[in-house]
């Protein structure tokens, strides 16, 4: 019987999306002030950039085990990972609908279903089944063409960009689509692809530019200084060239140790229930505005941020640890 390889397992890659998932909780507690502050801007503004890196990391090591020959394999990895990402996010849609929160009901439940619900971060969940699907792509241009394959991936971004400029694309449309953030996937399985052949050159000279860009963000008042990128301007395409360094500079000195202790184990755990913890978030700043909100001035940050990230933490991975006793004894395998 043909032995079934499993993906390598790597605590970095926990841990990251542990400090993601928090730092995407921190940045919906915020206000009109920390949308610009430098920190917010070069540390925790970038959780989703580091997620997408993670999906193209993670998404390319699982292809290089299983990889895509034939139109059945893509059709399994894709009803795979669907159903992954929706069990859960089924269960927090229909608790949105049943309470109606931010008025979901004027919507059609499909409506609801393509919109990815309501909430902070609900673009995320259309997002990721588009990525899902475009994915294979991705991964046989860099295979197929190399580092050329990489910049085309760029340059299509770049071109989406500009067109959604010019014309004039509304930002519910644009925060749907996954094209903007295709270079960072991109970037994940590149990483894998070619790590032993990224210099310290070049990732040097690719921090030079997301810094500088980034910097322009920060330091100019007109949004012409960072045109085509006029929407989610600190995430946008050159600020993949910030966060992929430091994202490899982890891989390359922590991708194959571990340390083994209560807090990393607590992290590790928070990893995993990342998605689930997501969802809880999105629920839960939906549902409860006006905490952390900026109309409300009586509760003040210091105490809304900690109080948020305990009780979607705590009921993100109530939410994950209940779904997979539930599948376990229903005998379920996803």
């Not at 032995?3 to 928090?22: C, M, T």
């Not at 990732?203 to 322009?216: D, E, Q």
Request: charged share 15%.
């Amino acid at each position: 019987m043909e032995e079934v390889k499993k993906r390598k397992s790597y605590q970095f890659i926990n841990i990251l999306k542990a400090v993601a998932i928090i730092m995407v909780i921190i940045l919906h507690n915020h206000t009109p002030y920390t949308q610009n502050n430098i920190f917010f801007v070069f540390c925790i503004g970038m959780a989703v950039p580091i997620f997408m890196l993670i999906t193209g990391f993670n998404y390319t090591n699982s292809a290089l085990i299983r990889p895509f020959i034939c139109v059945k394999d893509y059709i399994k990895t894709f009803v795979h990972r669907y159903v992954r990402l929706t069990l859960p996010f089924m269960v927090i849609l229909l608790i949105e609908w049943f309470f109606n929160i931010r008025n979901i009901q004027h919507h059609h439940f499909t409506t609801a279903y393509i919109n990815g619900g309501v909430g902070p971060g609900s673009y995320y969940y259309p997002v990721m089944l588009q990525i899902i699907l475009i994915f294979p792509i991705i991964f046989y241009v860099l295979k197929k063409f190399g580092e050329k394959g990489l910049w085309s991936v760029f340059a299509f971004q770049l071109f989406i960009e500009y067109v959604q400029y010019f014309l004039n694309l509304n930002s519910f449309m644009y925060r749907q689509l996954c094209f903007r953030y295709l270079f960072f996937v991109a970037l994940g399985s590149w990483l894998v692809l070619k790590k032993d052949k990224i210099s310290t050159n070049k990732l040097l000279v690719s921090l030079m530019i997301g810094v500088s860009y980034l910097t322009i963000f920060v330091s100019s008042e007109s949004p012409t200084a960072y045109l085509p990128f006029d929407k989610w301007s600190k995430t946008a395409l050159l600020s993949a060239f910030y966060i992929f360094p430091i994202f490899a500079y982890i891989y390359y000195n922590y991708g194959d140790k571990r340390i083994d202790n209560r807090f990393t184990a607590l992290l590790e755990l928070i990893g995993r229930a990342s998605w689930h913890i997501y969802l809880i978030q999105m629920l839960f700043f939906a549902a409860i505005r006006p905490i952390g909100h900026p109309l409300d001035k009586t509760i003040p940050l210091a105490i809304c941020i900690p109080l948020s990230i305990l009780i979607c933490v705590t009921l993100g991975i109530i939410f994950y640890k209940s779904e997979k006793f539930i599948l376990k004894v229903c005998k379920i395998k996803i």
